[in-house]
């Protein structure tokens, strides 16, 4: 069952079944009440974030869960972004296992770094030759991708994942990586090539605190480093003691170490036997991203990503981060009054996205009484009209403007008629009165039975903010 069907049929057999996402069934079982914000992403399964901030927006790379996997099932990799931690637009699908010709399986856990112009995705696959997991390296002109091998075979392999670049002040770039165990390489310039040999950093209980009744793995590093530097302090955050696991940290004088133990950021929470972390600092605030099943139908193998808003201690030590679904509180507001990419989404119920033939996405798979939030929209003195770019192979349907909640009051309603093809394109176009000041907006769908109508874009006109 795809999780749109989940979301819409699965949801009272969900909170069933697990307690600890009691809380977000409860909400979404209550028509017309505003969700949560918290997983990040509705309308996929996403694991392994890696956030990455260029001029001052937040482009978050993922791995993406198959629906219903019984394992670690992945193909592809995935890339949103926001300018305000709320509202997150899916650019889609930048790069997949067919980018690496020489690869056949796992799409997993990888990292994007910005340099030299470019932007460098280094990813764990599983190398058809072989057999062996090895680290490969995507290059792009955009953070948005597409991707393109950078070289045509593998970066580095020794059987182990979950690669994290780091580029230290002085312009030194490393890659760090392993399960079960921790290496690191100087990467060039070029950042595709690197000098010397994997380097294996000693995991001892000092560095990375101590693991009971696993003689094998006396420590508690067991994947998913993430490394930076902050006020001359040097911090390994990492997935711990699988299973399940949680998130601690280490910290240490220099890249390389060495490596002092500093305890548990995240405990072990969610219905995912795994978690992995990623570290940003944006706009004057602190952000950590992670992974959990908390959607419908999910699991170990069926994650999703979300995201807290802390502040390091005095003494720069992480304060213990819980699991929440409420998420990081909005960045500033969103204005309407410029296009907007319909799949600019803070929450989403059972719609799917899809490639435009127009560029970019757009959101499709609509049936009646499906909605998009969209949250912080900054009306001002008020919107006069309301556009939305649509295409229908049916009969459309009609937009419902609403306000404050998926039953909140209707400021307008848009007709959607059949354009000939799902990719036809028009723009319809209907007056809007009370919108004011700074609301949720939901775009309510209705119509007949099946799906409607698809949305590329949407705008707000005739006010001012």
Known sequence: MKLRALLRAGKGLRCAIAAMAS?????????????????????????DPAPMVHDGRVYLYTGHDEDGSTYFTMREWRVFSSADMVNWTDH???????????????????????????????????????????????????????FRDALGRPLVGNGEIDPHAFVDGDGQAY?????????????NPDMVSFSGSPT??????????????????????EEGPWVYQRNG??????????????????????PTGPWTYRGT?????????????????????????????????????????ALERFTYNANGTFPTINMTTVGASQVGTLNPYVRQEAETIAWGSGIETEPSREGGMNVGWIE??????????????????????????TNGGRIEVRLDSAGGPIVGTCAVGGTGGWQNWTTTTCGVSGATGTRDLYLHFAGGSGNLFNVDWWQFGGGRR
């Open 23 to 47: 809380l977000a069934c409860a909400i979404a079982l209550l028509p017309g009440t505003a969700h949560a914000d918290n997983p990040i992403v509705q309308h996929i399964y996403t694991a």
């Open 92 to 146: 889609g699908v930048p790069m997949n296992l067919a980018t690496f010709a020489w690869a056949d399986a796992n799409a997993w856990a990888g990292h994007v770094i910005a340099r030299n112009g470019k932007f460098y995705w280094y990813v764990p696959v599983r190398q058809r030759s072989t057999g062996q997991m090895v680290i490969g390296v995507g290059v792009a002109d955009s953070p948005t991708g597409p």
């Open 175 to 187: 890659l760090y990586w392993g399960n079960p165990n921790l290496w690191y390489v100087r990467l």
């Open 200 to 221: 294996r950093i000693p995991l001892t209980t000092a560095g990375f605190g101590t693991r009971t009744g696993n003689p094998s793995r006396p420590t508690l590093y």
């Open 233 to 254: 302090l040097y911090y390994m955050v990492f997935a711990a003691e699988c299973c399940s696991e949680f998130i601690a940290y280490s910290t240490a004088p220099s």
């Open 265 to 305: 950021i995240m405990p072990r929470q969610g219905s995912s036997f795994t978690n992995h972390a990623g570290v940003i600092d944006v706009n004057g605030g602190s952000y950590f991203f992670y992974h959990n099943g908390a959607l419908p139908g999910g699991g170990g193998y069926t994650r999703s990503v």
């Open 368 to 393: 009646n009484g499906d909605h998009i939030k969209v949250k912080g929209v900054a009306f001002g003195t008020g919107a006069a009209s309301f556009s939305a770019r649509v295409a229908s192979a």
